[in-house]
């Protein structure tokens, strides 16, 4: 039998299925309630809203060029549409600087391709979005943890690069309501991690995937927009700005965005016209058209379920959880992250809970790009309601606290 492994690139050998997958292939049994998924709830998509603009679609003179191949860059419309609303939180750019991609996903492996070469370093956040470690793993980087507080000097970043045979190229990370923490960055840090990445002279990847559902506290300049009021315009900027359609409208349709200096655009575009063409021109022009007629009533609305969800998360936590173990309290998105006393293991509490309790989680050493910290859980409150959130809650409680008697 032929030895496939022999033959496969070695990139491919990072591309794992974790055994957390395993385990979260049991959720689709009807008697769980899951805090695993991190997605939107369908109930909140604007289904009408896309229904009217298909139709619109077809009955006009439009189908022809909706059904046809279109420019790499995006549909213009929407990238104008994009340009004005980032142009609201102090992102101000031209719809040049916008380029459209299939999910901000996929903008995460453009960057990865058009940034790393094998063994360069990708400096992340310690835990971090896990698709972006899969999108970057393809391309053979290292990991160096991204120190938020300024208590690692440029000179430590650039030694372990070398160490590892290669340079540090960019920093990714959320600073808005990450996933997996739910956590916001404040300003001193974004305005710190802009003076690093100068003194390193790398990118910034600001992925701002959740940008939109803020339920309190005071909006923060993303990092882009406190890079163009340094340097008086974008194309002095070293910031990569991604955001999505897929948390506010719906992911299905797969409409995600990039925004930087013309330089970064220019290429991205090359390895859109390489890799596939462009994305999906009907679904660009079915985005444009519902998020020009009601964006912010339906972000609107999704705050105020998604926040009533988080109220009800955090009360349940405070309730029923044991007091050694600690978590995040987010002003939006969609997830909290527990930590447990040290010692416990995500994944072999999961199994149990699955076993017995019927409750879903995912456990946090997946978003570790070293694998640590197995004593933590990503919890989304996104896709139950608040009595499901209550009685999940009340169930992981008990396993938990029982969990730590037997340690003890
Ligand atoms: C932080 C973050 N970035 C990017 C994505 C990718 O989303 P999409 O490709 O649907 O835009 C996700 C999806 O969960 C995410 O959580």
């Known amino acids: 039998m032929l030895d496939w492994e022999q033959i496969f690139a070695t990139r491919s050998s990072r591309m794992r299925a974790s055994e957390i997958r395993e385990l979260l292939k049991l959720l689709d049994q009807p008697d769980i309630i899951s805090f695993a998924g991190g997605i939107p709830d369908p109930a909140l998509f604007p289904d009408v809203a896309f229904k009217e603009a298909y139709s619109d679609i077809?009955?006009?003179a439009q189908v022809g060029s909706a059904l046809q191949y279109s420019v790499s860059e995006g549909y213009k419309p929407l990238r104008e549409w994009i340009a004005r609303d980032v142009a609201k939180i102090g992102i101000d750019c031209t719809p040049d600087n916008v380029f459209i991609t299939s999910g901000s996903q996929q903008a995460l492996d453009y960057l990865g391709k058009l940034?790393?070469?094998p063994n360069d370093t990708a400096l992340v956040t310690w835990p971090t979005y896990l698709g972006a470690l899969s999108a970057f793993n393809a391309y053979e980087p290292n990991y160096d943890q991204l120190s938020l507080n300024g208590n690692r000097?440029?000179?430590a970043y650039r030694d372990t690069a070398a160490k590892t045979g290669g340079a540090?190229?960019?920093a990714y990370l959320s600073a808005d309501f990450s996933n997996p923490t739910g956590e916001t960055i404040d300003l001193a840090a974004r305005e710190r991690l802009l003076a690093l990445a100068d003194e390193l002279d790398i990118a910034i990847l600001e992925d701002a995937a959740y940008q939109h559902l803020r339920y309190d506290g005071e909006a923060i300049p993303p990092i882009m927009a406190l890079d163009i009021a340094r340097r008086g315009g974008i194309e002095n900027t070293r910031t990569i700005y991604s955001g999505s359609f897929s948390k506010t409208?719906?992911?299905g349709l797969r409409v995600g965005f990039v925004v930087a200096a013309m330089p970064v655009i220019r290429k991205l575009v090359l390895m859109k016209q390489a890799a596939d063409l462009h994305s999906s021109t009907i679904n660009q022009i079915a985005i444009e058209h519902v998020a020009s007629r009601g964006f912010d009533a339906?972000?609107?609305k999704i705050r105020?379920?998604?926040?009533?969800?988080?109220?009800a998360m955090l009360a349940a936590l405070d309730k029923y959880m044991p007091k050694t173990a600690t978590w995040t309290r987010p002003e939006g998105g969609m997830f909290v992250w527990v930590t447990l006393p040290e010692g416990m293991d995500g994944a072999e509490l999961l199994a149990k809970s699955i076993a017995?309790?019927?409750v879903a989680f995912v456990p946090g050493k997946a978003f570790y790009a070293d694998s640590s910290n197995a004593n933590t859980l990503r919890m989304s409150f996104s896709c139950a309601d608040e009595a499901m959130i209550d009685e999940g809650i009340k169930r992981l409680g008990r396993l938990v606290s029982n969990a730590i008697r037997t340690a003890a």
């Open 356 to 358: 017995t309790e019927k």
């Open 249 to 251: 409208l719906a992911p």
């Open 168 to 170: 540090v190229k960019f």
């Open 153 to 155: 000097t440029p000179e």
């Open 298 to 300: 339906q972000v609107a």
């Open 115 to 117: 940034f790393l070469s």
């Open 58 to 60: 077809f009955s006009s």
């Open 304 to 311: 105020s379920v998604y926040s009533k969800r988080r109220d």
